[in-house]
């Protein structure tokens, strides 16, 4: 299993999304250009250029027409995919921690930090309306004030609420709608790392630093299963078409330097999703992982590490002929 290197930015990369038909690969990092690449041979397409400061976060809308990335220069930003040509820009007060298109395309939510006496602040905008999208306008926007600040989000299914992850290790539903508060959860009892729903949403898998990756149901937000490792989770996926999941992590990066790469445990490790079994591990980045996905059609995967590169991984043949026994 070969892996395409895709070096195209100098710090450690954030966040790697595919788009719904999994041709494009959309790479956000600590530098300040978001960038984007054609999945099947790791050709750069181009830079979407004008944030000042590391972005966190990248989302792209359904029909690879719009990309929103946030950041710590206080802006969230809608992006033209096609041309790389900025649409709108969004100020707010504190970095920009999350967004994401829901799944019309045509609403955006952006979670902004708690930092310098501005509490954590959830926005809704829709994406047709001009006067939504400049400063403040937003059609509704939820404070996060009895909860720690949000470290991780994705929409629902149908766009009826919002998953939120919380430093703490909670997980919340926030209405939409009304802002409302319908759940809250706690399973994990560090930072929620990332958050990535199954191919029909129905589930979700949450990365923690407290070492563990858990399944839960959408609707209830019930733990169905929880993957257990000895390094910090920074990301994990569901496999579009098998009982997989992936997992990407390693040791805290301040640390690194300090291990080899052995013990740094920097591996992508792929676990059954029902009997949380570990039954594989792919070598390869001199960091931590601080992003995976699956490409929607499962055939393959990425990874992007602290060490500023991201991996498209396609799987060998004995992959799909693996099973496991029981």
Known sequence: MKPILLHGHERSITQIKYNREGDLL??????????????????????FVGHGGAVWTIDVSWDSTRVVTGAADNTCRLWDCETGKQL???????????????????????STDKQMGY???????????PRQMVNGNSYLNIPILDMPKV???????????????????SLCQLDAKTGEMQATQKEHNKNVNGIQTSKDRTMFITASKDNTAKLFDTATLRLLKTYK???????????????????GGG???MEVTTTSTRVGKFDARFFHL?????????????????????HPDGKSYSSGGEDGYVRIHNFDPQYFDFEVEY
Do not use: M
């Open 274 to 294: 029902v009997f949380e079994e570990e039954f594989g591990r792919v070598k390869g980045h001199f960091g931590p992982i601080n992003s995976v996905a699956f």
């Open 251 to 253: 040791q805290e990066a």
């Open 88 to 110: 709108a820009k969004i100020d707010t007060s504190t970095a920009v921690r999350t967004c994401g298109f829901s799944f019309s395309g045509q609403e955006l939510f952006f």
């Open 26 to 47: 959309f790479s956000s990092a600590k530098d300040q250009q978001p960038n984007v690449w054609y999945s099947l041979n790791g050709e750069r397409l181009g830079s």
């Open 151 to 169: 470290t991780s989000a994705v929409w629902g299914p149908v766009d009826e609420y919002l998953i939120t992850g919380h430093e703490d290790g």
């Open 119 to 129: 509490e954590c602040e959830v926005f809704f905008v829709d994406v047709r309306d």
């Open 229 to 247: 490792t000895e390094r910090n989770v920074n990301s994990a996926a569901i496999s579009p078409i098998r009982d997989h999941v992936v997992l």
